[in-house]
Every structure is written in structure tokens, then in C-alpha cells.
């Protein structure tokens, strides 16, 4: 009998103590939605019902009235940044309030993350120093050869298939293939073809990377719960056989063109100047900027640690692995259900295509194709591939014109699927208009301040190969439109909504779907 008392006594006090946990926000004078017990609110995303993306965009619907509200992820809690203003702040005019992402693995641990995407503070301020120059337009006109070599192997790749007959293709998985030529030959220097072998060795570890297993889940669940368990778990996100894989092809492509003294327009070839003098050579003005502050406080340069080098070079794989290919698979869907669409695009690409000869697509060229760039903002809009973005507060913050105050520690998170898709901003955000773009770099028509289109977040640690992807994605969509239009082999799908994976972060279509490719006739 005292047993049992002493057990109902401890459910007692653990259930008041969690639903005091879930006043947090309340007593601190925050507004906050209605937390479930145990699950907060987070609940449809541990039921596998929604992604973690749509979750926040459920909660962004029930309360952009607001401009921020508290949440809980379980007990944790956390604040839902709705407001285009308050981001601002958090994005731009607070930044060093706001500088680092929460980081729930142990860096020392897992350390291909420890690289520009996760690292904080003073180390993500240096490298980002370090590694913006690698991707200025100088620099990706002299890799764009390595890319056009890629999209002619896609290009071929069409052409065969479609003359045997064989017309209908997963551009899903095919465009998944283009980029891992692409970033495989860019960021490691090692030339696959993907495209025509799709059980290649990079391919198979770039799936492997995003497998989300039921172990990953309940570590990353149990981290974000309880942040402190990443330093008693040493809890490494990235499998033993990817980091090995990883690690040993950059320190074998290092080796060979230091001991072979072998250059090469890439973007391994920028990060192996980095690690030997601390700098990009072609950059003489930076170089003697480099140099200069260097002397004036009596340091030496910084140059890149090969674990640098190895985190940074997989951070390359890993962003344009998913989301560019990503971007594409959305992109041509749309455009292969509406027809006008497409041949808006098509039209534009017969024009650059024929001013410049037919002979092939240059650097300068892609940059013409401004109506197939709108396209792509707005499926970035409309279906973005990172669906949520996260800061966490530095220091106590004071938010503006308001009498709350943020803690130092909290997680801030941004709906960016939700705010993409309010109508407030957007005019029937569902319905899928590049024109918007033509007129406005954030493709808003409405009268809107601050900051709310952000495929590639906002400030100072925006996403720093936005270029990069850019480029990428519109030589693979031009490499289609300009020989074959796109049709969708479901019709079905014509005036539907595409399902999301619930288990996925970056937003994904749930199921593969296909498309049809007919030859065009060019005049």
C-alpha cells in the first residue's frame, strides 16, 4: 500500500512539474498556444503525421496574428518568430544577439559538422571570412566549364532514352544524380557519371547521408529534449561509413595535387589554398588586406586545419546534394502542369540560345535567363527546401516596442514555409506564379516590410552558396526545357497539392513522381 502510494505520489509530482514546465512562456508573459502533455507541440511531427517544417507552419497559421508566441518541443521551450520586422532584428539588425544556431550534437564528436553551417561564434566568423571569396562570380565562372560538362552528360542522357522510346523519368532521383556529378567534380575534383551509373559509390553516400533510421530519430529527439546529453552521448549524426568514406577521398585528392603539384578550377582547389597560406591567391587585394592585419597585431595568418577543409567540403556535398536537386524536381513539376508556364520559359531559352549562335550555354548566358530564374525563385517560395530556420539568442533580448524579454539560451524558430505561404504577404500563395518575381526580388505584391522570402535565410549568415545554387539549377532546367517539353504522366496530380514526408527535414515530395518528355521542334 505505501508503495503504491509513493508511486502515484512521484506521477503526481512528474506530471504537475511538466505542466508547469508547459506555463513557461505564460509566467514569463510571452502569449503561447495550448501544449499537449508530454509532447507540447510538437505532437502531429512524433506521430509521424507532419514534417517538422509543416508543424511550424500549422502553428505560424493559428498565430501570425502574433509577433512571436512560445512553443515547446516536449518540455523544451522555445519562441516562434512570426513577425517580417521582429526577423529583422533577429536576421540583420541584432545579429550579434542572434549569431549562432542552437547545435545539438557534440562538434567534437561529429566533426564533419563542425563546419560554416554549425560552428559557432568566433570560428564561424572566421571561416565564413575565409570562404565567401570562394564563391564570388569570378569564381564560379571559372568552375562553370566542370558544371556545363555535367548538364551536356544529362543533356545526352535525355536524348538516348527518349529516342529509344524510353520518354518517362523520375526527375527526382535524376536530378540527384546531375548534382552529385556536379558537386562531386566541384568540391572533390573526382569526375563521376551518376547520371548513367546510379548505384555510383557518391551517390549511394549521399542517400546515405539523409537516411533518417529509428536510431537517428530517437537521438536527435532525445538531444533537442535534453540538450545536455550531447556531451554524456556523444551522439555523432553522421554514420562511421559516410565520415570514413568522406575523409578519405579529400585526404586523398589533398595528397595527390600537393605531391603531383596538381591545380584545378575547383572548389577543392580554393580550400587547399586556404589550408596552406590562409587566402585565395588570385585575390591579390585581399591578400595584402590579409597580410596587412595580420602584421598590425603581430599574428600569423589563420590557414584551414584539414579537418577544416574535410567539414567544409562535406557541407558543400551535403547542400547541393538535396536541396538544388530538390529545387528542380519542384521547379519542373510545376511547369509540367502549367503548360503556359513552360513555354514562357522555353521561349526564353530558344532566345538566348539563338542570339549567341546556338552554341551551347556560357556563364553569361545563364544569367539571361531572367523569366526561368522567376520560376525557380518561385518554387524556392512556394516550396522551400529548408521549410524552417533556427537562431538562438546569445544574450537576454528586449524585444522591440514590446515589455518582453527573450532569454539568453532560447531557440528561435522561423516558419518559412508558413510565412512563404501566408496570404497576407503573398497573393494566393498556392498558386504558382513566377511572375511575381519579375517586378520584385522577394515576389511579394503586397506592401510588406522586413524580412519573410527566405529559401536561403537572410543577414549575415544567409546561405553562402545561394550563387552556387542558383547556377546549378538553372543549367539543369535549361538543359531540359531547351530540347524536350515536360508533361506529368498523372494527371491526377494537375490540380493537387503534393504530399510531404513526414520524416524528412528538408521539405520532400513523399512519393516519386514522373514525367513524360517529348521532343521539341525548335524553329
Not at 524558430?413 to 517586378?439: A, K, Q
Not at 494537375?494 to 521532343?519: G, S
Request: aromatic share 12%; hydrophobic share 40%.
Amino acid at each position: 500500500m505505501f508503495l503504491a502510494i509513493i508511486i502515484i505520489a512521484c506521477c503526481y509530482l512528474i506530471y504537475y512539474l511538466g505542466q508547469r514546465q508547459h506555463t513557461y512562456w505564460k509566467r514569463r508573459g510571452f502569449t503561447q498556444l495550448e501544449p499537449k502533455f508530454i509532447f507540447g507541440d510538437v505532437q502531429p511531427m512524433v506521430k509521424g503525421q507532419m514534417s517538422f517544417g509543416q508543424v511550424l507552419e500549422s502553428l505560424y497559421v493559428k498565430s501570425r496574428m502574433h509577433k512571436l508566441v512560445g512553443i515547446y518541443f516536449f518540455y523544451k521551450p522555445a519562441i516562434l518568430v512570426n513577425d517580417p520586422i521582429l526577423l529583422q532584428h533577429v536576421f540583420i539588425k541584432n545579429f550579434t544577439s542572434f549569431h549562432d544556431r542552437p547545435v545539438n550534437i557534440d562538434l567534437d564528436v561529429d566533426t564533419l559538422r563542425d563546419n560554416l553551417f554549425s560552428t559557432p561564434g568566433k570560428k564561424w566568423r572566421d571561416l565564413r571570412t575565409k570562404l565567401s571569396p570562394t564563391f564570388t562570380s569570378g569564381k564560379l565562372k571559372g568552375m562553370f566549364s566542370t558544371i556545363t560538362d555535367c548538364a551536356n552528360v544529362l543533356d545526352r542522357y535525355l536524348v538516348n532514352n527518349v529516342d529509344r522510346g524510353e520518354n518517362t523519368f523520375d526527375f527526382r532521383d535524376l536530378f540527384a544524380r546531375f548534382n552529385t556529378n556536379i558537386i562531386s567534380s566541384v568540391a572533390f575534383g573526382i569526375e563521376n557519371d551518376c547520371i548513367n551509373e546510379p548505384d555510383n559509390i557518391f551517390r549511394k553516400m549521399g542517400t546515405k547521408i539523409f537516411e533518417m533510421t529509428t536510431k537517428k530519430k530517437v537521438q536527435a529527439s532525445s538531444v533537442m529534449l535534453i540538450p545536455a546529453l550531447r556531451k554524456i552521448w556523444k551522439f555523432k549524426f553522421t554514420s562511421d561509413e559516410v565520415e570514413a568514406f568522406f575523409k578519405n577521398v579529400v585526404k586523398q585528392t589533398v595528397d595527390y595535387r600537393e605531391k603531383n603539384n596538381y591545380e584545378r578550377n575547383d572548389f577543392m582547389q580554393l580550400l587547399i589554398q586556404l589550408k596552406n597560406q590562409g587566402y585565395l591567391s588570385a585575390d591579390s587585394g585581399d591578400t595584402k588586406s590579409v597580410e596587412k592585419e595580420a602584421k598590425q597585431t603581430n599574428q600569423a595568418v589563420k590557414k584551414l586545419s584539414l579537418l577544416d577543409l574535410e567539414a567544409n567540403a562535406f557541407l558543400f556535398f551535403v547542400a547541393g546534394f538535396e536541396t538544388s536537386s530538390s529545387t528542380l524536381s519542384f521547379c519542373i513539376f510545376e511547369l509540367a502542369r502549367n503548360l503556359r508556364i513552360q513555354r514562357k520559359a522555353q521561349d526564353e531559352i530558344d532566345r538566348v540560345i539563338a542570339a549567341n549562335d546556338n552554341k551551347g550555354f556560357t556563364y553569361e548566358m545563364i544569367h539571361e535567363l531572367k523569366y526561368l530564374e522567376c520560376c525557380i525563385d518561385e518554387a524556392l517560395r512556394k516550396y522551400p527546401i529548408v521549410p524552417l530556420l533556427f537562431r538562438v539568442a546569445a544574450e537576454d533580448f528586449r524585444v522591440p516596442d514590446t515589455n518582453l524579454t527573450v532569454p539568453k539560451g532560447t531557440e528561435m524558430m522561423i516558419p518559412v514555409l508558413g510565412i512563404h505561404r501566408n496570404p497576407d504577404i503573398y497573393d494566393n500563395p498556392l498558386e504558382f506564379r513566377p511572375e511575381r518575381f519579375l517586378t520584385s526580388s522577394t515576389g511579394s505584391t503586397i506592401e510588406t516590410k522586413g524580412c519573410y522570402y527566405l529559401p536561403f535565410g537572410d543577414g549575415p549568415r544567409n546561405c553562402i552558396g545561394m550563387r552556387m545554387a542558383k547556377v546549378m539549377t538553372k543549367i539543369g532546367m535549361a538543359t531540359v526545357l531547351a530540347k524536350f517539353n515536360v508533361e506529368l504522366v498523372d494527371k491526377n496530380l494537375e490540380n493537387v497539392e503534393l504530399d510531404i514526408d513526414p520524416e524528412q527535414f528538408i521539405h520532400t515530395p513523399l512519393k516519386p513522381f514522373n514525367l513524360k518528355l517529348t521532343p521539341r521542334t525548335v524553329a
